[in-house]
């Protein structure tokens, strides 16, 4: 079985700084495309940025210029520097991996169960 698990969430002022990390645990063979999602109270879970396995990038454009996506293949581990953080990016952030276990031929996707950030005076 593969877990992934999210940390980092804070309260933090806005135009703060906060670094969230996700860390996928088991019995893994190979971790593909790897994002970080963000859903608001009252709002439908938005993506907020991807990384693959060859260290490619996308983002959401409300978070451009401001959030930045890395991983560690040798730790199994995503992280998501978020800078100038404005109110409106207060959400539960969620992790999600393509991940193929040792167990399987195919890969499956996987949801870690989040971590707060609140940007707020």
């Known amino acids: 079985q593969v877990q992934l698990v999210e940390s980092g969430g804070d309260l933090v002022q806005p135009g703060g700084s906060l670094r969230l990390s996700c860390a996928a645990a088991g019995s893994i063979f190979a971790i593909y495309v790897m994002g970080w999602y963000r859903q608001a109270p009252g709002k439908q879970r938005e993506l907020v940025a991807h990384?693959?396995?060859?260290?490619?990038?996308n983002y959401a454009d409300s978070v451009k210029g401001r959030f930045t996506i890395t991983r560690d293949n040798a730790k199994n581990t995503m992280y998501l520097q978020m800078n100038s953080l404005k109110p409106q990016d207060t959400a539960d952030y969620y992790c999600n991996g393509h991940i193929r276990n040792y167990n399987d031929y195919e890969s499956h996707g996987y949801w870690g169960k989040g971590t707060q950030v609140t940007v707020a005076t």
């Open positions: 990384i693959w396995r060859n260290g490619s990038t």
